[in-house]
Protein backbone atom coordinates (compact mmCIF):
# COMPACT_ATOMS: atom_id res chain seq x y z
CA UNK A 1 0.00 0.00 0.00
CA UNK A 2 1.25 3.70 -0.62
CA UNK A 3 2.80 5.37 1.94
CA UNK A 4 3.24 9.17 2.56
CA UNK A 5 5.78 11.18 5.04
CA UNK A 6 4.82 14.53 5.97
CA UNK A 7 7.38 17.56 7.22
CA UNK A 8 7.67 21.13 7.37
CA UNK A 9 5.63 21.68 10.67
CA UNK A 10 7.09 23.94 13.86
CA UNK A 11 5.82 26.59 16.21
CA UNK A 12 5.46 30.11 14.17
CA UNK A 13 3.98 33.56 15.22
CA UNK A 14 0.52 34.42 14.13
CA UNK A 15 1.10 35.73 10.55
CA UNK A 16 4.14 33.54 9.32
CA UNK A 17 4.77 31.37 6.75
CA UNK A 18 5.42 27.60 6.66
CA UNK A 19 5.75 24.97 3.71
CA UNK A 20 4.39 21.70 4.46
CA UNK A 21 6.15 18.85 2.02
CA UNK A 22 4.31 15.26 1.71
CA UNK A 23 6.56 12.45 -0.25
CA UNK A 24 5.00 9.50 -1.42
CA UNK A 25 6.19 5.86 -1.89
CA UNK A 26 4.87 5.12 -4.98
CA UNK A 27 4.57 5.98 -8.61
CA UNK A 28 1.23 6.16 -9.00
CA UNK A 29 1.68 9.84 -7.26
CA UNK A 30 1.08 10.72 -10.41
CA UNK A 31 -2.07 9.53 -11.33
CA UNK A 32 -3.38 10.35 -7.95
CA UNK A 33 -5.64 13.24 -6.38
CA UNK A 34 -3.76 14.22 -3.56
CA UNK A 35 -5.45 16.17 -0.37
CA UNK A 36 -3.78 17.90 3.06
CA UNK A 37 -6.22 17.11 6.03
CA UNK A 38 -5.74 18.53 9.62
CA UNK A 39 -6.25 17.36 12.98
CA UNK A 40 -7.05 20.36 15.17
CA UNK A 41 -6.83 19.70 19.25
CA UNK A 42 -10.10 18.22 20.21
CA UNK A 43 -10.98 18.48 16.63
CA UNK A 44 -11.71 16.12 14.18
CA UNK A 45 -9.63 15.36 11.01
CA UNK A 46 -10.95 17.75 8.50
CA UNK A 47 -9.95 18.12 4.71
CA UNK A 48 -8.33 21.74 3.93
CA UNK A 49 -7.06 21.21 0.19
CA UNK A 50 -6.62 18.74 -2.81
CA UNK A 51 -4.99 18.75 -5.94
CA UNK A 52 -5.90 16.59 -8.68
CA UNK A 53 -3.18 14.90 -11.28
CA UNK A 54 -3.58 17.93 -13.97
CA UNK A 55 -3.14 20.85 -11.29
CA UNK A 56 -6.71 21.77 -10.45
CA UNK A 57 -6.98 22.68 -6.66
CA UNK A 58 -10.08 23.25 -4.37
CA UNK A 59 -9.64 24.68 -0.86
CA UNK A 60 -11.92 24.82 2.55
CA UNK A 61 -13.29 28.10 3.05
CA UNK A 62 -11.05 28.77 6.11
CA UNK A 63 -7.92 28.74 4.10
CA UNK A 64 -8.80 30.14 0.97
CA UNK A 65 -6.25 33.48 -0.24
CA UNK A 66 -4.07 32.07 2.53
CA UNK A 67 -2.54 28.09 1.90
CA UNK A 68 -1.94 26.73 -1.90
CA UNK A 69 -1.57 23.28 -2.43
CA UNK A 70 1.05 22.24 -5.34
CA UNK A 71 2.90 19.15 -6.38
CA UNK A 72 5.49 17.99 -8.23
CA UNK A 73 5.16 14.73 -9.81
CA UNK A 74 8.45 13.95 -10.90
CA UNK A 75 9.06 13.75 -7.01
CA UNK A 76 6.40 12.47 -6.16
CA UNK A 77 6.16 15.37 -3.97
CA UNK A 78 3.06 17.55 -2.15
CA UNK A 79 3.31 20.88 -1.04
CA UNK A 80 1.26 23.21 1.14
CA UNK A 81 2.35 26.56 1.17
CA UNK A 82 0.97 28.11 4.20
CA UNK A 83 0.99 32.08 4.48
CA UNK A 84 -0.79 34.29 7.50
CA UNK A 85 -1.22 31.29 9.94
CA UNK A 86 -3.61 32.20 12.40
CA UNK A 87 -3.98 30.34 15.73
CA UNK A 88 -7.19 28.00 14.83
CA UNK A 89 -4.58 26.88 12.15
CA UNK A 90 -2.76 25.03 14.71
CA UNK A 91 -2.99 21.12 13.69
CA UNK A 92 -1.44 18.31 13.02
CA UNK A 93 -1.29 17.61 8.97
CA UNK A 94 -1.61 14.93 6.79
CA UNK A 95 -1.81 13.91 3.42
CA UNK A 96 -3.66 11.38 1.41
CA UNK A 97 -5.96 10.78 -1.04
CA UNK A 98 -9.25 12.54 -0.68
CA UNK A 99 -10.82 9.06 -0.17
CA UNK A 100 -8.37 8.38 2.64
CA UNK A 101 -7.26 5.67 0.75
CA UNK A 102 -4.03 5.56 1.24
CA UNK A 103 -2.04 4.44 4.61
CA UNK A 104 -1.87 7.68 6.87
CA UNK A 105 1.57 9.10 7.57
CA UNK A 106 2.80 10.37 11.29
CA UNK A 107 1.53 13.98 10.27
CA UNK A 108 3.26 16.81 10.93
CA UNK A 109 2.45 19.76 13.72
CA UNK A 110 2.15 22.90 13.02
CA UNK A 111 1.24 25.65 16.06
CA UNK A 112 0.59 29.05 15.60
CA UNK A 113 0.91 30.99 18.73
CA UNK A 114 3.36 33.86 19.98
Known amino acids: QAQVAESGGRLVPPGGSLRLSCVAS????????MAWFRQGPGKQRELVAD???????TYVDSVKGRFTVSRDNSKSTLYLQMNDLKPEDTAVYYC????????WGQGTQVTVSS
Open 96 to 103: NTPLESWE
Open 26 to 33: TSIFKYAT
Open 51 to 57: ISSGGFT
